[in-house]
Nanobody, 124 residues
Framework: QVELVESGGRLVQPGDSLTLSCAAS????????MAWFRQAPGKEREFVAA????????QYADSVKGRFTVSRDNGKNTAFLQMNNLKTEDTAVYYC?????????????????WGRGTQVTVSS
């Protein structure tokens, strides 16, 4: 497993942009599929975005498609989630996840390494 630490979450207003980072340690990130999930109060954890090891293929939840961009810098052992045009319904704890292989990029049980999460609150 790889150790993951998220950062960048904070309180923002609707329409603002925010970038989350996920720093990995203990392993080189280029051997891992990376994903972002989120969990709002009282709701189940849901898939947000994922990126393959090389960064060639990316997958997004319909709710964030066109607004969020997932990326990675394997040289810096870091993954990112750029979030634009944030909405109040994006409020959640955002988690970074990693796995050496997955059957489905949007299925949380396929990932065996998780960070502790970072809080994103979108409110006016």
């Amino acid at each position: 497993q790889v150790e993951l630490v998220e950062s960048g979450g904070r309180l923002v207003q609707p329409g603002d942009s925010l970038t989350l980072s996920c720093a990995a340690s203990g392993r080189t990130l280029d051997n891992y599929v990376m994903a972002w999930f989120r969990q709002a109060p009282g709701k189940e954890r849901e898939f947000v975005a994922a990126i393959t090891k090389s960064g060639y293929f990316r997958q997004y939840a319909d709710s964030v498609k066109g607004r969020f961009t997932v990326s990675r810098d394997n040289g810096k052992n870091t993954a990112f989630l750029q979030m634009n045009n944030l909405k109040t319904e994006d409020t959640a704890v955002y988690y970074c996840a990693a796995a050496t292989s997955v059957q489905s990029m949007d299925r949380h049980r396929d990932y065996d390494s998780w960070g502790r999460g970072t809080q994103v609150t979108v409110s006016s």
